[in-house]
T-cell receptor, first 111, second 115 residues
Framework: TQLLEQSPQFLSIQEGENLTVYCNSSSVFSSLQWYRQEPGEGPVLLVTVVTGGEVKKLKRLTFQFGDARKDSSLHITAAQPGDTGLYLC???????????FGKGTTLSVSS | DSGVTQTPKHLITATGQRVTLRCSPRSGDLSVYWYQQSLDQGLQFLIQ???????AKGNILERFSAQQFPDLHSELNLSSLELGDSALYFC??????????????FGPGTRLTVL
């Protein structure tokens, strides 16, 4: 069974700080997606990475897919209160299989 | 707004009852997915349909069933409800079943409370 472990589980920081969230597995994924979810709402797709070593930037967010396609990280620069939410990574195993979601990292950014 | 709609938003019912949750995918999306989210289990994949056919099954209980209709909307039926079925139920849709086409867009969810 493929599993995705996210760390840390909870993160509470001050506005302006930098942070990194990790998503790790012992399995290889053909693609990996990051989502952000706010309380009472559905997850919103942030990015999809498919190539080992790939780096994608979305404003202050930087996503990296590991060379072996087993892990990924999300780095946020100068966090803002609006970044508060649950960050979920989701991996696709063999092409065409359902996404496997990690349990998420709950981020709280205070001003 | 993701373009995925779910009804109802909230549902309160009693143990032993049966409920139906409805989902309309984004225009043009052929795949529909159902997920259950609880505090202790996180987001659990239940089942996927692609163009009317069941494509993948996850941790879906035998008391639960789903279908996708010709107009591509989907319904999730939950029967013989138990207290532990209380959770958020999300529907998501994507263009296709794999790769970039598997980028999923989630609806706002249905909060089910079983008393």
């Amino acid at each position: 069974t493929q599993l995705l472990e996210q760390s840390p589980q909870f993160l509470s920081i001050q506005e302006g700080e930098n942070l990194t969230v990790y998503c790790n597995s012992s399995s290889v994924f053909s693609s990996l997606q990051w989502y952000r979810q706010e309380p009472g709402e559905g997850p919103v797709l942030l990015v999809t990475v498919v190539t080992g070593g790939e780096v994608k930037k979305l404003k202050r967010l930087t996503f990296q897919f590991g060379d072996a396609r087993k892990d990924s990280s999300l780095h946020i620069t100068a966090a803002q209160p609006g970044d508060t939410g649950l960050y979920l990574c989701a991996g696709e195993g063999q092409a065409g299989t359902a996404l496997i979601f990690g349990k998420g990292t709950t981020l709280s950014v205070s001003s | 707004d993701s373009g995925v709609t779910q009804t109802p938003k909230h549902l309160i019912t009693a143990t032993g009852q049966r409920v139906t949750l409805r989902c309309s995918p984004r225009s043009g999306d052929l795949s529909v997915y159902w997920y259950q989210q609880s505090l202790d289990q996180g987001l659990q994949f239940l089942i996927q349909y692609y163009n009317g056919e069941e494509r993948a099954k996850g941790n879906i209980l035998e008391r639960f069933s789903a279908q996708q209709f010709p107009d591509l909307h989907s319904e999730l039926n939950l029967s013989s409800l138990e207290l532990g079925d209380s959770a958020l139920y999300f529907c998501a849709s994507s263009v296709g079943p794999a790769g970039f086409y598997n980028e999923q867009f989630f609806g706002p969810g249905t909060r089910l409370t079983v008393l």
